[in-house]
T-cell receptor, first 112, second 114 residues
Framework: ETGVTQSPTHLIKTRGQQVTLRCSSQ?????VSWYQQALGQGPQFIFQ???????GRGNFPPRFSGLQFPNYSSELNVNALELDDSALYLC???FGQGYEQFFGPGTRLTVL | GEDVEQSLFLSVREGDSSVINCTYT??????LYWYKQEPGAGLQLLTY?????DMKQDQRLTVLLNKKDKHLSLRIADTQTGDSAIYFC??????????????FGKGTHLIIQP
C-alpha cells in the first residue's frame, strides 16, 4: 500500500509568483486535505477536497485554491506569493470524511 | 473558535514514562488525535480516541480523555531515544459542507535524556 506522496520536496519562489504543489493520496482514500505549517507552529487547515469538490475551508484568502482529480490526487495553487507564505505545506488523505487523516512528507516552500 | 493548547517542551530520562498534556475547546469534536513529527518530516499518526471513550491503550501508548475538563493526555511508557520528536495534539472540527479539518496545537518537543 503506497502512502501519501507530495512533490516537489522543496521549492523557492519570489514574491508575486505563483506556485503549484501536488499530492497523491493513499490507495483507497478519496478525501484530501491541505495544511500550512509555519516554522515552530502546528499545521493550519487550508481546505479539504472530497469527490473533486472543495467542501470546507479554513481562514485562508482566495489566492489559495486547489483541485482534486478523478484519481483523487490533488493540487494546491497559491497566487501572488507573499513572504509569509513560506512554510511546510502538508497534504493528508483519508478514507472519507470523518476518518483519520494520513499525512505526506510535505513540500517546503520558501518565498524570497 | 477552536483552540488547542500544549506545553512546548518536556524532558524525560530514557526508560521513564512521558506524559504529554493537551487542552482543547471544541466540545463537539468527534475524534482527538496524537501525531508525531520528526525533524524535517511530515506528521505520523500515532493514535486517536473517539470522543465517547475515556481511555485507549495501544502498546506503549495510553491516551486519556477527560471530556468534562476538555483535557487529553498521551503517556509513552519506557521512553526511548527514538521517541524524541514533536508531538501534536489535534481535534477534529466540521468546516461546513461536511469537511472535517483538524485543529492542531503548537506541539510539544519531547527531549530524552540518557
Amino acid at each position: 500500500e503506497t502512502g501519501v506522496t507530495q512533490s516537489p520536496t522543496h521549492l523557492i519562489k519570489t514574491r508575486g509568483q505563483q506556485v503549484t504543489l501536488r499530492c497523491s493520496s493513499q490507495s483507497g482514500h478519496n478525501t484530501v486535505s491541505w495544511y500550512q505549517q509555519a516554522l515552530g507552529q502546528g499545521p493550519q487547515f487550508i481546505f479539504q477536497y472530497y469527490r473533486e469538490e472543495e467542501n470546507g475551508r479554513g481562514n485562508f484568502p482566495p489566492r489559495f485554491s486547489g483541485l482534486q482529480f478523478p484519481n483523487y490526487s490533488s493540487e494546491l495553487n497559491v497566487n501572488a506569493l507573499e513572504l509569509d507564505d513560506s512554510a511546510l505545506y502538508l497534504c493528508a488523505s483519508s478514507f472519507g470524511q470523518g476518518y483519520e487523516q494520513f499525512f505526506g512528507p510535505g513540500t517546503r516552500l520558501t518565498v524570497l | 473558535g477552536e483552540d488547542v493548547e500544549q506545553s512546548l517542551f518536556l524532558s524525560v530520562r530514557e526508560g521513564d514514562s512521558s506524559v504529554i498534556n493537551c487542552t482543547y475547546t471544541d466540545s463537539s469534536s468527534t475524534y482527538l488525535y496524537w501525531y508525531k513529527q520528526e525533524p524535517g518530516a511530515g506528521l505520523q499518526l500515532l493514535t486517536y480516541i473517539f470522543s465517547n471513550m475515556d481511555m485507549k491503550q495501544d502498546q506503549r501508548l495510553t491516551v486519556l480523555l477527560n471530556k468534562k475538563d476538555k483535557h487529553l493526555s498521551l503517556r509513552i511508557a519506557d521512553t526511548q531515544t527514538g521517541d524524541s520528536a514533536i508531538y501534536f495534539c489535534a481535534e477534529s472540527f466540521s468546516s461546513g459542507g461536511g469537511a472535517d479539518g483538524l485543529t492542531f496545537g503548537k506541539g510539544t518537543h519531547l527531549i530524552i535524556q540518557p
